[in-house]
């Protein structure tokens, strides 16, 4: 059996082959190697994935390979950084403030699903884990974190070499990725792109020389591969489709004595593979209740054994499987077919979680926590267990050893020979990280973390403190300048949904999944007042009034409920007032801002049927909510968000973002729109914005917005005006953003992940961001990048003929006088050009960019504006402009909705009734401006012969409408027949 490739690479820095396998920790004289495998000459080269992050103009990820390399072309010998690390080398102080406007500072909560390793041990005590897209190494005595981040998608598997030197993560979803890091250095030493592009990484492991990954992905038909990570090729060395009755696979070793040899199992099925040169070869043994007369339970994990050909499988049974080869084959490539099970042998009563082998011995972990050490017979040798202790997830070994103690009360010594044991780590299924000392034999906690969704997040607003709470009840209060917890409370009967302080920090509002409500001590946590219960749905949005006299919820069933503080026995309490189903689709934002003309508070709630409701508290009574106005702020897309916009002029506004990535300012009294501004377009629109409090006392005028998306967290520079360089984002939760808060000194941005149970801390640098923004020019130069062509491109110069050809045009196309010659068109000409650079605004769209020019000066100057001139039209033109067009999916959406299905099947409207569609719903057409509209449409005027657009007969449009329109159109007819545009090949019938 032989091996092809050979590690034939580029490096800078030579090294010999012995520095090479020591770094590998590849034993050149083990049998690992096979005859004829080819010896390198060179080290290999490892290419660095850069920090995934958006680019501000498209907002799509960027990737990239970054090149490490020593000192000029290594000649000398001088090795690189990564042959230069030693353990711990990661948490080194790097002096240099980073580049970015948000950093990764600190991540609570970790993957529970996922093991947990040990890097280090004696006196350091060093995990290795996996936080959503992040991996993390936590220094657990001197608290510190160091974060590898090159993943967008969240971690699905993770395998670490023998020698804890090399850590292999990957991911499922779009762009799956797997890495090899070095965990010394913290470098991406390897980058595999596309390994399993339709569904990712299910399992991966890591072969005893550290040489050889194999991975298996994550679909329904899943696949097998085996890649050569010390070579350049981007390619597996061999692979093989599984058949879907083999179940999902979802864990993978690798034989300790053999890297050509590994084995998976799913919940019903164990597989073992051995791979050559002709390829992969894998045979699949049957084991049910028949096999031995027993009950066998569902397969947890597979290893091979230490010193024999046999393999082992733990079972939900207790028991373990033992396989071994029947027959006697020379062929190597039969041994995975002749694998059976020999033995099914009892072990004990709890399920098996956990299987290993360590040294000399065979580990097994249990649902109940315990621990067991058994010889190569099978013999028991000694238990490890704590009352409590949870499900058992994964054991990492320490690379000390140290003798047991014979003596100790839960052990019991049943070989003969020395046995020689290390300290642990333990992590369990519900979120718990324990050390486990042999010598003392106890059980400390090293981490303890939320084992639900985290869902709720608030920063007090005085002091260095975040409330986190999650779906399991938990809530804890953690000091971010510590990174330390500093109290907790579970609430046993609820999960927490939000979280809201009150300005002063004095008090807590938890918001739950059973609609109650808890208001606490913000120091002790304890109740200041009994349970409210007013809310029919879980609480998805709480907050407090300016002057704590408010409380404010809303809930799942579309309703606000409003809670009053009053004095009872001279202490201060909250009452129900009252509550108004005053929304009929999900409410997106709640919002407590301050009357202009007094200190009363004022109340607002944003849902997403488009209504903006302000509620009158002064006039509210018990049981009676008043509502003061309600405003419709769309027409047609969906506002998301909601936020008071920072006093930047004389004109107070509000602020939201809705889901067609644009941004708008309605002033706060009248609720007019007065400006539409394009937003942050990084993949998905924003979902929740705050106004990050004041950093630069300076410049009291510099305010900046802090904004998620659906899986990331970014910066937007105020005021806004569609520059796309003055923001940034980043992601931070690949399967989603369930929350956000910024600390009381606008230098921290907290972000909690939902089902991700994880809670980022990023560190603001709103100088890195002020540098990204001065480079991508001023004036107008960023938005002439956001024009196709640019500047100098077709596109703007046939902008510039329009709008010079509606100056002629208000000054009259025939006259003989002297023309005045002059930089602006007349407001109400600018229709006509947006129309006729290809944006068809509505009616309504039409109104609000004439009302934004209009009043752009008015609160100044007291004067409308009746002009504009092309730079400013510009501007509008971007700002207003869908950001992505109209899509033909969408045009068959419509059809979807409002035609019905003819004899063959396609989704149709009658001639008839679209034209009636056009004349009664939405912005309403009048049957003259429908017919004119059709005939220009399809190229004719009918009758009349006038030279004038509105000259034509209309029984002649009517005809010709009959006779150039089928009866039945279908989304095709309609868009290129009607609308003459273009539409792909495939979609015509």
């Given at each position: 059996m032989k091996i092809p490739g050979t590690l034939t690479t580029t490096w800078a820095g030579r090294q010999d082959m012995t520095a090479l396998r020591n770094a590998l920790g590849e034993d050149i004289a083990g049998t690992a190697h096979l005859e004829d495998a080819g010896s390198p000459e060179q080290p290999p080269a490892f290419s660095d994935p850069m920090g995934a992050f958006s680019s501000p103009c498209s907002g799509l990820r960027e990737q990239g390979t970054q090149k490490r390399s020593g000192e000029d072309d290594g000649c000398d010998g001088s090795a690189s950084l990564v042959w230069a690390a030693m353990p711990g080398m990661v948490f080194q102080e790097d002096k240099q403030s980073s580049v970015h406007p948000l950093s990764l500072s600190w991540v609570l909560g970790y993957n529970s699903s996922l093991a947990v390793h040990s890097l280090m041990d004696g006196e350091n005590l060093v995990l290795l884990y996996v936080s959503s897209h992040t991996l993390v190494i936590y220094d657990i005595l001197k608290n510190r974190q160091h974060h590898l981040q090159g993943h967008t998608n969240v971690i699905s598997c993770l395998c670490v070499s023998e020698d804890r030197r090399w850590v292999a993560t990957a991911d499922r979803g779009p762009d799956a990725l797997i890495i090899v890091w070095d965990s010394f250095s913290g470098i991406p030493v390897h980058t595999i792109f596309e390994s399993h592009p339709k569904d990712g990484v299910g399992a991966i492991a890591i072969s005893h020389d550290a040489k050889y990954l194999a991975t298996i992905s994550a679909g329904t038909v899943q696949r097998v591969c085996v890649w050569d990570w010390t070579s350049p090729m981007e390619k597996p060395v061999c692979s093989a489709e599984l058949k879907p009755e083999f179940g999902y696979q979802d864990y993978v070793f690798f034989n300790?004595?053999?890297?050509?040899?590994?084995?998976?199992?799913?919940?019903?099925?164990?597989?073992?593979?051995?791979?050559?040169?002709?390829?992969?070869?894998?045979?699949?043994?049957?084991?049910?209740?028949?096999?031995?007369?027993?009950?066998?339970?569902?397969?947890?994990?597979?290893?091979?054994?230490?010193?024999?050909?046999?393999?082992?499988?733990?079972?939900?049974?207790?028991?373990?499987?033992?396989?071994?080869?029947?027959?006697?084959?020379?062929?190597?490539?039969?041994?995975?077919?002749?694998?059976?099970?020999?033995?099914?042998?009892?072990?004990?009563?709890?399920?098996?979680t956990v299987l290993q082998v360590f040294e000399s011995c065979i580990v097994t972990g249990d649902v109940k926590g315990q621990v067991k050490f058994y010889n190569g017979q099978l013999q028991f040798l000694t238990c490890y267990s704590h009352s409590e202790v949870g499900p058992i997830q994964s054991i990492s070994f320490s690379k000390t050893s140290r003798d047991a103690s014979p003596d100790c009360s839960t052990s019991s010594i049943t070989s003969s020979q020395p046995f020689i044991i290390r300290n642990f780590i333990l992590s369990t299924s519900d979120a718990t990280v324990l050390h486990v000392a042999i010598d003392k034999t106890n059980f400390e906690k090293v981490m303890e973390e939320t084992k639900e969704a985290v869902n709720a997040i608030a920063c007090h607003p005085r002091q260095a403190r975040v409330a986190v709470g999650s779906h399991c009840g938990m809530l804890r209060l953690w000091d971010?300048?510590?990174?330390?917890?500093?109290?907790?409370?579970?609430?046993?009967?609820?999960?927490?949904?939000?979280?809201?302080?009150?300005?002063?920090?004095?008090?807590?509002?938890?918001?739950?999944?059973?609609?109650?409500?808890?208001?606490?001590?913000?120091i002790s946590l304890l109740s200041s007042c009994k349970e409210l219960k007013f809310s029919h749905g879980p609480?998805?949005?709480?907050?407090?009034?300016?002057?704590?006299?408010?409380?404010?919820?809303?809930?799942?069933?579309?309703?606000?409920?409003?809670?009053?503080?009053?004095?009872?026995?001279?202490?201060?309490?909250?009452?129900?007032?009252?509550?108004?189903?005053?929304?009929?689709?999900?409410?997106?934002?709640?919002?407590?801002?301050?009357q202009l003309d007094s200190n009363e508070p004022r109340l607002l709630s944003l849902g997403e049927d488009r209504q903006l409701?302000?509620?009158?508290?002064?006039?509210?009574?018990?049981?009676?909510?008043?509502?003061?106005?309600?405003?419709?702020?769309?027409?047609?897309?969906v506002p998301l968000c909601l936020a008071w916009y920072p006093q930047l002029s004389n004109e107070s506004f509000i602020l939201t973002a809705n889901n067609c990535y644009k941004l708008k300012l309605y002033n706060t009294t009248t609720k007019m729109c007065r400006k539409t501004l394009l937003g942050p377009t990084y993949g998905s629109p924003l979902e929740k914005i705050q106004i990050l409090p004041a950093t630069n006392t300076a410049?009291?005028?510099?305010?900046?917005?802090?904004?998620?998306?659906?899986?990331?967290?970014?910066?937007?520079?105020?005021?806004?005006?569609?520059?796309?360089?003055?923001?940034?984002?980043?992601?931070?939760?690949?399967?989603?953003?369930?929350?956000?808060?910024?600390?009381?000194?606008?230098?921290?941005?907290?972000?909690?992940?939902?089902?991700?149970?994880?809670?980022?801390?990023?560190?603001?640098?709103?100088?890195?961001?002020?540098?990204?923004?001065?480079?991508?020019?001023?004036?107008?130069?960023?938005?002439?990048?956001?024009?196709?062509?640019?500047?100098?491109?077709?596109?703007?110069?046939?902008?510039?003929?329009?709008?010079?050809?509606?100056?002629?045009?208000?000054?009259?196309?025939?006259?003989?006088?002297?023309?005045?010659?002059?930089?602006?068109?007349?407001?109400?000409?600018?229709?006509?050009?947006?129309?006729?650079?290809?944006?068809?605004?509505?009616?309504?769209?039409?109104?609000?960019?004439?009302?934004?020019?209009?009043?752009?000066?008015?609160?100044?100057?007291?004067?409308?504006v009746t002009k504009i001139n092309l730079e400013d039209f510009i501007k509008l033109y971007i700002n207003h402009r869908p950001v992505f067009g109209l899509s033909m999916t969408e045009i068959q959406q419509a059809f979807q909705v409002l035609g019905y299905d003819n004899e063959n099947g396609d989704k149709v409207i009658d001639r008839g009734d679209l034209l009636l569609l056009l004349q009664l719903r939405g912005e309403r057409m009048t049957e003259d401006e429908l017919a004119q509209c059709l005939t220009t449409l399809l190229g004719r005027c009918p009758g009349g012969g006038g030279s004038k657009p509105d000259a034509y007969d209309p029984s002649g449009a009517a005809a010709l409408i009959e006779e150039e329109i089928p009866a039945e159109i279908t989304a095709e007819i309609f868009t290129a027949d009607i609308l003459s545009l273009p539409v792909a090949e495939k979609k015509k019938r």
């Open positions: 300790p004595q053999n890297p050509y040899e590994f084995v998976s199992n799913s919940k019903t099925q164990v597989i073992f593979y051995l791979w050559d040169n002709e390829g992969l070869h894998y045979g699949a043994p049957v084991l049910n209740s028949q096999t031995f007369h027993s009950v066998v339970g569902y397969f947890s994990q597979s290893v091979f054994h230490f010193n024999n050909s046999q393999a082992l499988t733990a079972t939900s049974s207790g028991k373990l499987v033992v396989w071994d080869t029947v027959g006697h084959s020379k062929d190597l490539r039969a041994k995975p077919h002749s694998m059976k099970a020999t033995s099914l042998v009892p072990m004990q009563e709890d399920s098996l971010y300048q510590q990174n330390k917890y500093l109290v907790s409370r579970i609430f046993t009967q609820t999960g927490i949904q939000c979280l809201s302080y009150d300005p002063e920090g004095y008090f807590l509002a938890v918001g739950c999944t059973d609609g109650s409500v808890y208001i606490l001590d913000a609480v998805t949005h709480i907050s407090f009034s300016h002057d704590s006299e408010y409380l404010a919820t809303a809930d799942e069933k579309y309703s606000v409920t409003v809670y009053k503080r009053v004095l009872q026995n001279g202490n201060g309490c909250w009452e129900h007032l009252a509550g108004l189903h005053s929304h009929y689709k999900p409410i997106r934002s709640i919002l407590f801002g301050v409701v302000e509620y009158d508290l002064k006039c509210s009574s018990k049981d009676h909510l008043v509502v003061l106005h309600r405003d419709r702020v769309e027409q047609v897309a410049d009291p005028q510099k305010h900046y917005l802090v904004y998620t998306t659906k899986d990331k967290v970014g910066l937007q520079i105020l005021p806004v005006d569609g520059n796309p360089y003055k923001s940034s984002a980043f992601i931070c939760h690949p399967d989603g953003v369930s929350d956000l808060a910024s600390s009381f000194d606008g230098r921290y941005v907290f972000t909690a992940g939902g089902d991700d149970c994880t809670v980022m801390k990023w560190e603001v640098n709103i100088n890195a961001l002020d540098a990204a923004a001065s480079l991508g020019g001023e004036g107008l130069i960023p938005f002439y990048n956001l024009l196709d062509g640019g500047r100098e491109g077709e596109f703007f110069k046939e902008l510039e003929d329009y709008f010079y050809y509606m100056q002629l045009r208000s000054h009259g196309i025939d006259t003989l006088e002297t023309r005045e010659v002059s930089t602006h068109i007349p407001l109400e000409e600018m229709p006509s050009v947006m129309r006729a650079m290809g944006f068809y605004p509505s009616e309504e769209k039409i109104e609000e960019m004439i009302n934004e020019v209009k009043f752009s000066k008015y609160v100044d100057t007291g004067e409308q």
